[in-house]
């Protein structure tokens, strides 16, 4: 786990990031988000005195994982104040489905999910209850070529401000919207037509 200190204007938070350097350019790559625990921060990397609680960004990019289940417990043992989490990179890691696990997050604003194996727009519905949700990147998954994709994830998370690095537009909340009544109404009459045979 690296830990480092950010300033952003006037606000200063403190990102975690849970890989490590191997050797040379070489990157020792966890498979489990519990493995970060096993890893010792880069040498040189300090954490601020007074800095200790406001962790709010953890960062497991670039790595092997492939599930979330020990999200918790691992972040619970690496940061004093998980509820103040706001924002999680799991980018460029091999995750097929999501976890209920991330609604343990309630401050979570960004979510960095892309490049990962995501291929069912179904599993967007576990990231509804992420009320504060705004920053959601997934582009690099198998479920971006699927139709109605933005619409899909626009309509199923509408607190979102961006999605895939682009901005949320009035005409893409739009075309949510009116996806979302056309999916409706087909889903009406596909049960119709099912009650009827």
């Known amino acids: 786990a690296v830990v480092s200190t950010q300033s952003t204007g006037t606000l200063q938070f403190v990102l975690l990031i849970c890989w490590v350097s191997g050797l040379g350019n070489n990157l020792l790559l966890i498979k489990a988000v519990a493995d970060s625990l096993e890893e010792e921060p880069r040498k040189g990397t300090k954490l601020k005195e007074g800095y200790s609680d406001v962790v709010t960004a953890v960062r497991y990019n670039n790595n092997s994982i492939s599930e979330l289940s020990d999200l918790v417990p691992s972040?619970?043992?690496?940061?004093?104040?998980?509820?103040?989490?706001?924002?999680?990179?799991?980018?460029?890691?091999?995750?097929?489905?999501?976890?209920?696990?991330?609604?343990?997050?309630?401050?979570?604003?960004?979510?960095?999910?892309?490049?990962?194996?995501?291929?069912?727009?179904?599993?967007?519905?576990?990231?509804?209850?992420?009320?504060?949700?705004r920053t959601l990147t997934l582009h690099g998954n198998p479920l971006e070529s699927l139709d109605g994709y933005r619409q899909y994830v626009?309509?199923?998370?509408?607190?979102?401000?961006?999605?895939?690095?682009?901005?949320?537009?009035?005409?893409?909340?739009?075309?949510?919207?009116?996806w979302k009544k056309l999916c409706s109404k087909r889903m009406k009459m596909s049960k119709k037509a099912k009650a009827s045979d």
């Open 154 to 178: 626009l309509g199923t998370l509408p607190s979102l401000k961006q999605l895939d690095f682009s901005s949320v537009t009035k005409q893409d909340r739009r075309d949510a919207e009116n």
């Open 75 to 133: 972040i619970t043992s690496l940061v004093v104040n998980p509820s103040a989490v706001s924002w999680l990179d799991f980018s460029f890691n091999d995750i097929q489905q999501l976890d209920d696990v991330l609604l343990e997050f309630p401050s979570l604003t960004t979510l960095y999910l892309h490049g990962n194996q995501i291929q069912s727009l179904t599993e967007l519905k576990r990231l509804s209850g992420l009320t504060n949700l």
